[in-house]
Nanobody, 115 residues
Framework: QAQLVESGGGLVQPGGSLRLSCLAS????????MSWYRQAPGKERELVAA????????DYADFVKGRFTISRDNLRATVYLQMNSLEPADTGVYYC????????WGQGTQVTVSS
């Protein structure tokens, strides 16, 4: 069955960087738009970045523009989120989502930005 596995989270100091990965299996990855969401403690899940199936169109939430970059490798069935200039407000659980004929979610990876 369809599965998304996120990795790359961890503890980082303000101003640092992390690269998240999301490995997909069990469905035709290249047909699915992919997104990264995050959920901070006590808050609703919010969209961070999205990329179309071909990678030709990308959108970012205003609060990450210029700091985060989403990309995908359809041969490796993987979507990435490069996060630079991290701030404490970026702390949360980061989830990847695949959307086309169905919607799939990963289990999430924790990102903590703290000194």
């Amino acid at each position: 069955q369809a599965q998304l596995v996120e990795s790359g989270g961890g503890l980082v100091q303000p101003g640092g960087s992390l690269r998240l990965s999301c490995l997909a299996s069990g469905f035709t990855f290249s047909r699915y738009a992919m997104s990264w969401y995050r959920q901070a403690p006590g808050k609703e899940r919010e969209l961070v970045a999205a990329i179309t199936s071909s990678g030709t169109s990308i959108d970012y939430a205003d609060f990450v523009k210029g700091r985060f970059t989403i990309s995908r490798d359809n041969l490796r069935a993987t979507v990435y989120l490069q996060m630079n200039s991290l701030e404490p407000a970026d702390t949360g659980v980061y989830y990847c989502n695949a959307r086309f004929m169905a919607s799939y979610w990963g289990q999430g990876t924790q990102v903590t930005v703290s000194s």
